[in-house]
């Protein structure tokens, strides 16, 4: 299975899509905030990231997008979105691979991860 970087700035949704991800057989990492993704994301090298684009403002978001893209243009990105005219018509929207609008329901999740799995 994949492993994941999992970017979200609420603990109880972080804990629960952690759980999920690791009950499909993932291998699941979590950051609270933009800095300890970008921490992890150079130590880990993940295959997917799921990522909150609100950290809580979008800028931190399509930030990490940025980055991430820039640092492994092979990762799979998938954005967790609430407002999705965040990312509509940026052009971070380009560099994403799936965009999947909150609240996300955990087949769509998992569905997402296993793309690149």
Do not use: Y
Request: with cysteine; glycine share 6%.
């Amino acid at each position: 299975m994949a492993s994941v970087l999992l970017v979200d700035d609420d603990p109880g949704g972080l804990e629960i899509r952690k759980m999920l991800l690791e009950r499909d057989g993932h291998r699941v990492s979590t950051a609270a905030d933009a800095t300890t993704a970008r921490n992890k994301f150079r130590e880990l090298a993940p295959e997917c990231v799921i990522l909150d684009l609100r950290l809580p403002s979008p800028e931190d978001g399509l930030a990490l997008v940025r980055e991430f893209r820039e640092a492994a243009p092979g990762v799979r990105i998938v954005v967790l979105a609430g407002w999705g005219a965040d990312l509509e018509g940026r052009p971070e929207q380009a560099l994403v691979d799936e965009v999947l609008a909150k609240p996300v329901r955990s087949e769509r999740l998992i569905s997402a991860v296993r793309k690149r799995a």
